[in-house]
């Protein structure tokens, strides 16, 4: 995602945000040639809800997450995908513990250790 993509929607207002997504579920929904009452009942809501999701008026996230999967739109989760990252020191940290050859070891007893071959 590109800085000017974050900043435009830092500016937007609540309200304009969730108007956004209401544009964005119901764009999808008439692509796919669906009715309001077809999707909500699919998605087990009223089509209340979803018309009020559709105006981008507050609903509950739950219900947002059942229409996102009936229109098979839950490939947007992946923006809140959360990847572990190691910071430049615990790299450097994890990279100086490696080792860096091998020592023979005092015990010669180990190398002739029946392994039940």
């Known amino acids: 995602?590109?800085?000017?993509?974050?900043?435009?929607?830092?500016?937007?207002?609540?309200r304009g945000l969730l108007k956004q997504i209401g544009n964005f579920v119901k764009h999808h929904r008439l692509v796919q040639n669906r009715s309001q009452a077809d999707v909500s009942k699919a998605a087990s809501l009223s089509r209340s809800t979803l018309s009020l999701l559709e105006r981008g008026e507050k609903i509950n996230l739950a219900s947002l997450i059942q229409v996102l999967r009936v229109l098979d739109l839950l490939y947007i989760m992946d923006a809140f995908r959360v990847e572990e990252e190691i910071s430049p020191i615990e790299y450097a940290k994890l990279q100086k513990k490696k080792r860096q050859r091998a020592r023979k070891t005092g015990n010669n007893d180990e190398v002739n250790e029946d392994l039940g071959w």
Do not use: H
């Open 1 to 14: 995602m590109s800085d000017k993509s974050v900043n435009e929607w830092s500016y937007r207002t609540d």
